[in-house]
């Protein structure tokens, strides 16, 4: 089945700071999606972007799809920003497929 | 969007006894999903819940472990048949709703089992 690999595992940052995440997969996708996991593990759905880029708020995404690969940036990070971090991938079986996710934490 | 519920939201059991976990969907949809979330692990497919059928099991998992009902296009349980403390885990439920591909999560079903 499809692979979908997460780099970093882990990233601490300031509050404030920047951040890019990334998301590679092993084969053609029709849905590519990024999930905030909260503390309480609620999945938050942030975007839905099989290709090209999205904003909103503080938060955008790129999909390269011939590449490949996906990017979520966090800009002007917050305390609540904490948490871990999914890429799932829709491929032929038609399902997610999940990364294994970056656990981001942010200091005040 | 859905909106999307569970119950419970949490139990804890004692190991050989069953817990069947209900998911609640505010509109009818197509697909419905259970995912298991292991501690400190991503989310894994348990199974897709067919309305009207079986459910399609992914590799790993079985129905007489994991029996799921799907009676109708807004409702599924998931039940956790004779437990051991490796089935503590989150058990969330998962819907597409019609012609889109996105994926929404209900809130998930923390499970402890002593």
């Known amino acids: 089945g499809i692979q979908v690999e997460q780099s970093p595992p882990d990233l601490i940052l300031q509050e404030g700071a920047n951040s890019t995440l990334r998301c590679n997969f092993s084969?053609?996708?029709?849905?590519l999606q990024w999930f905030h996991q909260n503390p309480w593990g609620q999945l938050i759905n942030l975007f839905y972007?099989?290709?090209g880029t999205k904003q909103n708020g503080r938060l955008s995404a790129t999909t390269v799809a011939t590449e490949r690969y996906s990017l979520l940036y966090i800009s002007s990070s917050q305390t609540t920003d904490s948490g871990v971090y999914f890429c799932?991938?829709?491929?032929?079986?038609?399902?997610?497929?999940f990364g294994s996710g970056t656990q981001l934490t942010v200091l005040p | 969007s859905a909106v999307i519920s569970q119950k419970p939201s949490r139990d804890i059991c004692q190991r050989g006894t069953s817990l069947t976990i209900q998911c609640q969907v505010d509109s009818q949809v197509t697909m419905m999903f259970w995912y298991r979330q292991q501690p400190g692990q991503s989310l894994t497919l348990i199974a897709t819940?067919?309305?009207?059928?079986?459910?399609?099991?992914e590799s790993g998992f079985v129905i007489d472990k994991f029996p799921i009902s799907r009676p109708n296009l807004t409702f599924s349980t998931l039940t956790v048949s004779n437990m051991s403390p490796e089935d503590s885990s989150i058990y969330l439920c998962?819907?597409?709703?019609?012609?889109?591909?996105?994926?929404?999560f209900g809130p998930g079903t923390r499970l402890t089992v002593l």
């Open positions: 972007i099989p290709s």
């Open positions: 084969d053609s996708v029709n849905n």
């Open positions: 819940a067919n309305q009207g059928s079986e459910a399609t099991y």
């Open positions: 998962s819907v597409k709703t019609g012609g889109y591909n996105e994926q929404f």
């Open positions: 799932a991938v829709d491929g032929s079986a038609r399902q997610l497929t």
